[in-house]
């Protein structure tokens, strides 16, 4: 059976497949503890978050699940995350800022806030102890991830080129995620700069897959069983899915984003980083076209989304799709509408049916 790969029996799982984390906001525990109990790996984002907040989420999914559940921080890239930001610097860019704030009646002169650090984000995770760590942006610290292996958890790590995945697979951890640069949201790349590591998923899977002991979970425009089937093909051990989870009923993302996808509107997504200073992929927007006119003024990750994360949340409670991140993969345009145990269950049956099409010849043909 397809489902019985080296992912379900390390990750306790039905089906090999995880369902992507969204930091920022549109992870809930509704959504993954419905993956969880479908069989499948549910996760949360917790990029955002206070130690406390990790902690009240890690009991909420207890709660909900007795199933495997995963817990995602981002590790912070040294040298990069904590460069000095000039005072001239950050007005430039909150001028920049100042007529979308007041379009939605911020006030334009409000000082950033600066987000979670990961060090006391990750003491709280410990705390909690979920089933499974996953982690994007970096290889966590040997210590970090000796304390996982001591409670018998399981750690995910991110890689987005071949060196990456060798680094984490040295490190130890568990899984790695081998993400394509087709791949919905942020590039978590931490060896190269993003330009000199964008490899789609078709040809990164198999190179990953014959450089690693680790489980290798495709992940990058995987929408339905097709792709399912196509990363099994690659050697993949499993996938992990985001977009397609980000449109089921249970994902916390802004209406104005969910319902772009699945549309040819979300046929045209790019790299851009004038929402947090760091690439990411999501759907063309006036924001994006407006902010990249002036690429002088855009600050570093994380002073660029600690600086537009008020404007964010203000235009995804207004509805307005022209000023969000509107992250979503190259596969966007084939998400669908559905709650999450019903998307699981349609891509269960896909891959059964591609599978046998594929033993069958193209399109079942004998
Ligand atoms: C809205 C959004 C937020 C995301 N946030 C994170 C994150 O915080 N950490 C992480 O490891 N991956 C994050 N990702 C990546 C997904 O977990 C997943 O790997 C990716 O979406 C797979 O590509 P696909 O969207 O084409 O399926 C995010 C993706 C999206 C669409």
């Known amino acids: 059976m397809w489902t019985d790969t080296r992912a379900t029996e390390t990750l306790g799982l039905r089906f090999p497949i995880v369902q992507g984390p969204f930091g920022g906001g549109p992870s809930t525990t509704a959504l993954a503890a419905a993956v969880s109990n479908a069989g499948a790996l549910g996760s949360f984002g917790a990029v955002a978050m206070e130690p406390e907040r990790i902690e009240q989420v890690v009991a909420e999914l207890r709660a ?65 102890s979920p089933p499974v760590f996953s982690f994007v942006m970096g290889v966590p610290d040997p210590a970090i991830l000796a304390e996982i292996k001591k409670r018998g958890a399981k750690s995910i790590g991110t890689a987005t080129t071949v060196d990456e995945a060798v680094a984490l697979d040295e490190a130890g951890v568990d899984a790695i995620v081998a993400s394509g640069s087709d791949a919905g949201g942020h590039r978590g790349s931490f060896l190269r700069p993003v330009e000199q590591s964008l490899v789609g998923t078709m040809s990164l899977v198999p190179q990953i897959v014959g450089a690693v002991r680790a489980c290798v979970l495709a992940a990058g425009g995987i929408t339905d069983g097709r ?121 269960a049956n896909e891959t059964d049916r591609a599978l046998r099409q594929s033993r069958m010849g193209p399109r079942g043909s004998p």
């Open 64 to 128: 909900k699940t007795t199933r495997p559940f995963s817990i995602n921080l981002w590790v912070p890239i040294r040298g990069e995350d904590d460069r000095e930001i000039t005072p001239e610097a950050a007005a430039r860019l909150q001028a920049r800022l100042a007529p979308y704030a007041r379009k939605y009646g911020l006030d334009p002169n409000t000082k950033p806030v600066p987000g979670a650090r990961f060090e006391r984000q990750i003491e709280g995770l410990l705390r909690a």
């Open 227 to 347: 792709g399912i089937a196509a990363s099994l093909a690659l050697g993949a051990d499993g996938v992990q899915i985001g977009t397609a989870f980000l449109a089921t009923h249970e994902s916390g993302a802004p209406i104005a984003h969910k319902l772009l996808l699945g549309t040819p509107h979300a046929r045209v997504t790019r790299l851009t980083r004038v929402f947090s200073g760091r690439h990411a992929r999501g759907i063309e927007n006036a924001f994006m076209r407006e902010m990249e006119e002036h690429p002088e003024d855009l600050l570093p990750y994380p002073a660029q989304n600690d600086a537009t994360r008020e404007l964010r949340r203000a235009a995804g409670k207004a509805g307005r799709a022209e000023h969000l991140a509107l992250w979503a993969g190259q596969a966007a345009a084939l998400a669908r509408t559905a709650g999450a145990a019903e998307l699981i269950e349609q891509l």
